[in-house]
């Protein structure tokens, strides 16, 4: 066992020292960063346009006096919606042929507007490419309700006061909380399925240059291959870790550096020191889970050409195993949950998000151990088939479990 360890330390170091100090790796390190700045920068700033551009525009067929009361009543709805949710009334004076202005006005392409109201809060018609149940046409049912009771109770010669809320401040509610820590464990999902995807799949070419220059050959003449493998594995762990940390340190500056106060994360059930040893530890196991199946799966390529033919399925595999450890979070104790805590490729992503949701340890020790049984499985299995595959040696992949023989 310790020669095995050995072997895999110096596989490792040597391809942890030839990977660091090469100068693709400077161009690795910073093309995230500089990618990801541009993309926050522009997002925000064409989501932000686009929003403006897109929000929902009403035209009122209207004078200015039966206008008024609608336009005031909106007003008063407004507070309720978020900005560019509640729809822009636009108020157009009344034509000799009402229908063929609402056409004119709906067909205006300088205008941007979805529908066209008419006939005042008496008799409104609403003319657009919608029904009742669209948003804004039940957004312009609640402006007429408004503006009808307030012009009732004008009528009535009744004044009614607004009703003044107390809001009672509390540091958390049980409802609120739960759907608070779902948010966080969404965005831990997502963040290690996407760190996990842009880091793994160089494991698919890792052994390309070894096998195309006779390399292999010497090193499985020298030590085992589970050596060359568990060793390869570790060393683009490590790499990818030391990526990490450039880009996390990265982003805690620009954080420190651009932060506006926006809304944070809420933290999660274990706390955030627990749950970020979490993180990091679930994103070893998801690396050294995947990258496994990676290594084992590009080991029996030939070829580059053959690794990026490779590469399309074994994405789209990820992203439904994304997707399954995102239907299964939140009801962790039912089949769907316990499946996908079972489920090797998908438990990282299922226990980060019940880190997130709940406080018990207890389970997070049982997929720690029963996650690195399968990257053993998975090591073993891989350089089996690749002894029988490849180096054309070695029996069925069945033996990789049976005693080690002498070398």
């Known amino acids: 066992m310790m020669s095995l360890l050995q072997a895999s330390f110096v596989v490792g170091r040597r391809d942890f020292i030839a990977t660091v100090m090469s100068r693709s790796f400077v161009i690795f390190l910073l093309f995230p960063v500089v990618i990801i700045g541009f993309s926050v920068g522009f997002g925000t700033m064409s989501a932000k346009m686009q929003q403006q551009e897109n929000k929902p525009r009403v035209a009122v067929i209207a004078s200015q006096a039966d206008f008024a009361p609608i336009a005031a009543a909106r007003d008063r709805l407004k507070p309720a919606f978020r900005e560019f949710q509640l729809a822009e009334l636009v108020r157009a004076d009344p034509d000799y042929v009402q229908s063929d ?14 529908a066209v109201l008419t006939g005042g ?8 490419p919608l029904d009742a149940k669209d948003s804004v046409a039940r957004q312009i049912q609640a402006i007429l309700d408004e503006a009808h009771r307030e012009a009732a109770l004008a009528t009535a010669h009744v ?3 607004p009703v003044k809320m107390a809001v009672v401040g509390v540091e958390e509610s049980a409802g609120a909380l739960a759907a608070e820590r779902a948010t966080t464990a969404r965005a831990g999902q997502w963040l290690l399925f996407m760190v996990t ?13 070894e096998k195309s220059n006779k390399i292999i050959e010497v090193l499985a003449a020298a030590i ?3 050596a060359v493998f568990f060793g390869k594995l570790v060393a683009m762990l490590a790499v990818s870790l030391t990526g990490l940390a450039v880009w996390v340190a990265s982003g805690a500056i620009a ?4 932060s506006s106060g ?4 809420p933290a999660p059930a274990v706390g955030w020191p627990l749950f970020l040893v979490l993180s990091f530890l679930y994103f070893a196991m998801n690396y050294l889970l995947l990258g496994a199946l990676f290594l084992g799966i590009g080991s029996q390529a030939s070829s580059v050409r053959e690794v990026q033919s490779i590469s399309m399925p074994v994405t789209i595999g990820q992203i439904v195993i994304f997707f399954f450890a995102t239907m299964a979070a939140g009801p962790f104790n039912g089949p769907l949950g316990i499946s996908a805590a079972v489920f090797p490729f998908s438990s990282p992503m299922m226990m980060i998000a019940r880190a997130a949701e709940t ?7 049982v997929a720690f151990f029963w996650q690195a049984l399968w990257v053993w499985v998975i090591v073993r299995l891989g350089a089996a088939f690749f002894r029988r595959n490849v180096l054309k040696s070695g029996g069925s992949p069945a033996k990789a479990f049976g005693p080690r023989r002498a070398r």
């Open 224 to 226: 085992p291959i589970d």
């Open 359 to 365: 406080p018990e340890l207890w389970p997070h020790l």
């Open 197 to 209: 995807v842009m880091l793994a799949g160089m494991l698919l070419s890792n052994l390309i240059e």
């Open 159 to 161: 004044t009614v006061a």
């Open 255 to 258: 954080t420190e550096i651009w």
């Open 121 to 128: 809060i008496a008799h409104p018609s609403l003319t657009g």
């Open 262 to 265: 926006g809304t944070q994360l």
């Open 101 to 114: 202005q609402v056409k004119a006005l709906l067909g205006a392409a300088d205008k941007k507007l979805v």
